[in-house]
């Protein structure tokens, strides 16, 4: 008997080796949790219908075409067949598995077994746990089996982001498990796992790192997964391995190194630093992602909850991008800002972390879905007087898109929490909790926002003690929150920002009912800008101003589909508020009979004197302000005869371009179909570069061939750098860069023969090629103008 126990203890002691970190409260199952009638369980059914609109065999096309299959059905377009083929099949299992857990929908259990039984399929051909759509993928693994790698931070090998790519069936297979409750997902998980340990066994750590600067998801997080579901050390050191420590490392000194950064390579890594904490037990990983949370969350993000200018982050001084660009917060980040502040509100259950999180879910997430036909948004400019576009099932794949299936089947994920035998209700939203392991059915009935109340029912099987934790809004004032029990108003400790704790004996049928009264209040952009934003209650208030000139309002297939490349309104045409800023909130009046509803006083130009605000969630199809300029009348007049003089000169220069690349930043480059070869990429004075010691080139496009000349910036304290540029292999100009005109930028135009273009076919191949010995750039904007 001593021995049977002693082999037992063996096998355990994988288990044993991962000292997880205590979690102070836990996540009910989203099959736990069922919502009522609401903006959110209207999300969730659009969504629904966006995910039964999408053909399975042609998402899983990539992935039998890679196992040497026939598949039955082409790839689908746009992003799907241009390099990230198979991303969208990841993340449309995770959505599945969410969506059935979340409604008990059998129609997703069904798609869900057909999408595993057809994975499966692939990856028992490719007969080493393999499994990925991404084209010539296993090429490249072989490659970096052996040593050899190109990374770059959207290419690795000269692929666009692979292992990003694979990162999302390796999601897309957890939570096949992890909520469609699959065996089979886990099987294959584990395998696909153990393929990654042997890619990189021969591998040191600096050539692992090296690899890790292309992005690649949170494959870090999924690895500690398998850790925490196996019991298995050896898989929580490959997400060590796989932790970027160009990131980790700064964090851990809290030391904020984040601007310029592209910020959705970087969160996933943060919530793996969090996950491999939580399995094997380091604190310091853990403070490190508190530290990047609070960075972001207080120092980055707008008043949405979302962050980010064309997919970077901005400096922390300087929101001027975020007013002006048409590519404000992204999806994907908000999507994955909520997985981070999931993870540390259940390992310290504070109120901070609910209230961001209820402000992004409103305002940002449940902002991003078109409500009647389920479209997705990509960028949310707060640019005022601007747009959103909204994907297609059948044209659009974006990141975006693959997120956004996901994010409307998990509301449900923390209206609730529990600790030992205590409840938290974090969020008011119409729902059922059935709570299994304690016999407890609570019903929330709220109206919330348009009511500011809402009615807890608790009905335990038979009597039973425990705490209800009630979340007190740091958006309420002082003394406002009221709770009843069965009628009788309670007293209780507690202030905003904390929970209030209600410890009783429950019977079945006690109703709580709790005053929830909301004000409005302001907040200005955070680098102390005059923009500011409304909010009443923790809701974002917008108002609608046209629907003109709304190009591409629902995307097509092109590969910059997703941005609303439609007219920009100049700023100093938008509607300013003129007045003090302590009179902000005395402006904004509620219109009788409509609930959530204001009028925003003092307003010019008087064209918009009839402007409402409503909750930014609801507002759809129009172009919109959120951030409102507020000026006295004398600054009015000085900035409208500046800014009509600066707005005038970019609509003249939009006019005149042709096309426009951002070198060094993702999307753009993505976008352009970069080539390259020992190219570096970075920031300057906020502004992104590219330059090589080889070559990189852009594909421009000028269908009306109308192109003329281009226009190059680069910065004048650059030295000793001397290059030519190219146009579809014919040189155009040696270029030699010497320091002298200062830390400074400036633009050169070259004049591009009219042959090229009529030879071009409309697409001109741009290319910046390094002398032998020297540096090509840096190159911080390629503007393709007209004649």
Request: net charge negative; glycine share 8%; charged share 25%.
């Amino acid at each position: 008997m001593k021995f049977k126990k002693l082999l037992l203890l063996i096998a355990l002691l994988p288990v044993l080796a991962l000292a997880q970190q205590k979690i102070a409260a836990e996540a009910f199952q989203l099959s736990e949790v069922r919502l009522h009638d609401s903006p959110f369980r209207q999300a969730m059914m659009a969504d629904m219908n966006y995910i039964l609109a999408l053909d399975m065999d042609r998402l899983l096309a990539p992935y039998l075409k890679e196992a040497g299959l026939q598949p039955k059905a082409e790839n689908y377009g746009n992003w799907e067949n241009t390099g990230l083929d198979g991303h969208i099949g990841g993340h449309y299992l995770s959505a599945l598995s969410k969506m059935y857990a979340a409604t008990g929908d059998v129609r997703m259990k069904e798609r869900m077994d057909y999408m595993l039984s057809e994975l499966k399929r692939s990856q028992e051909v490719n007969g080493d746990g393999y499994l990925s759509g991404v084209p010539g993928g296993k090429a490249i693994w072989q490659d970096i089996a052996e040593g050899k790698i190109d990374a770059g931070s959207f290419s690795l090998n000269k692929k666009w982001v692979p292992l990003y790519n694979i990162h999302k069936i390796y999601a897309g297979l957890y939570d096949a498990y992890a909520f469609g409750g699959s065996d089979e997902a886990k099987e294959m998980l584990i395998q696909f796992t153990d393929w990654a340990i042997r890619l990189v066994k021969d591998l040191s750590d600096e050539q692992i790192q090296d690899m890790l600067r292309s992005e690649h998801g949170g494959l870090n997080e999924v690895f500690a997964d398998v850790a925490a579901i196996t019991g298995d050390e050896k898989y929580l050191g490959l997400a060590r391995q796989f932790s970027h420590r160009a990131v980790l490392d700064p964090l851990l000194k809290h030391e904020d190194h984040l601007t310029g950064m592209h910020a959705n390579t970087q969160i996933p890594k943060v919530i793996g630093y969090k996950r491999i904490a939580e399995v094997g037990g380091n604190e310091s990983w853990a403070d490190a992602a508190r530290f990047f949370w609070e960075n972001v969350v207080d120092k980055r993000s707008v008043s949405i909850g979302g962050n980010s200018v064309r997919e970077h982050f901005h400096p922390v001084d300087d929101y001027s991008g975020m007013i002006s660009s048409e590519q404000g917060p992204e999806t994907c980040n908000t999507y994955n800002m909520l997985k981070l502040t999931r993870q540390l509100f259940l390992s310290d259950p504070q109120v901070k972390y609910m209230d961001y999180y209820e402000r992004a879910l409103y305002n940002h997430i449940l902002s991003t879905e078109e409500p009647e036909h389920g479209g997705f948004v990509y960028f949310t400019p707060m640019r005022p007087g601007h747009y959103r576009v909204y994907s297609q099932p059948h044209t659009s794949f974006w990141c975006c898109v693959g997120s956004g299936l996901e994010n409307h089947t998990k509301y449900g994920e923390l209206i609730y929490a529990h600790s030992g035998n205590d409840l938290y209700v974090n969020l008011f939203i119409p729902s059922t909790l059935n709570w299994k392991g304690k016999g407890l059915e609570l019903v929330q009935e709220t109206r919330f926002p348009d009511a500011e109340t809402s009615t807890l029912f608790i009905n335990p099987k038979t009597k039973s003690e425990f705490t209800l934790h009630i979340r007190y809004p740091e958006w309420m004032d002082r003394d406002a929150l009221q709770i009843k029990v069965n009628g009788k108003e309670v007293a209780f400790a507690g202030a905003p920002g904390e929970y209030v704790a209600l410890k009783r004996t429950w019977k079945k049928g006690d109703r709580v009912d709790l005053a929830l009264p909301m004000h409005t209040r302001v907040e200005q952009l955070p680098d102390g800008k005059n923009y500011y934003s409304f909010l009443h209650g923790p809701i974002v208030l917008a108002a609608k101003t046209d629907t003109l000139n709304m190009d591409g309002l629902y995307a097509d297939d092109s590969r910059g589909g997703h941005i609303a490349a439609g007219e920009k309104y100049p700023l100093n045409e938008m509607p300013v508020i003129v007045a003090p800023e302590d009179q902000l909130t005395s402006l904004v009046k509620p219109v009788a009979g409509k609930p959530m509803t204001f009028k925003l006083e003092n307003l010019s130009p008087g064209k918009f004197a009839n402007l409402e605000l409503i909750p930014f969630f609801r507002l759809h199809e129009s172009r919109y302000v959120i951030y409102f300029q507020r000026l006295s009348a004398d600054e009015l007049k000085e900035m409208d005869a500046k800014t009509a003089m600066e707005e005038a000169a970019k609509a003249a220069l939009e006019l005149a371009t042709v096309d426009l690349v951002f070198p060094g930043e993702q999307q753009p480059e993505s976008d352009h179909f970069i080539e390259s070869e020992r190219t570096n990429a970075g920031v300057t004075q906020g502004k992104h570069w590219r330059d090589a010691t080889g070559w990189f080139s852009y594909l421009l496009t000028d269908k009306n061939k109308e192109a003329g000349k281009l226009r190059i910036m680069y910065f004048g304290a650059d030295k000793d750098r001397h290059f030519c540029i190219s146009i579809n292999g014919e040189k155009l100009a040696d270029v030699s860069l010497d320091g002298s005109k200062g830390p400074e930028f400036y633009r050169v135009d070259y004049e591009i023969p009219q042959s090229i273009i009529e030879k071009a076919d409309g697409k001109l191949r741009v290319k910046f090629e390094a002398n032998p010995g020297s540096v090509a750039g840096g190159i911080y904007e390629v503007r393709l103008m007209k004649r």
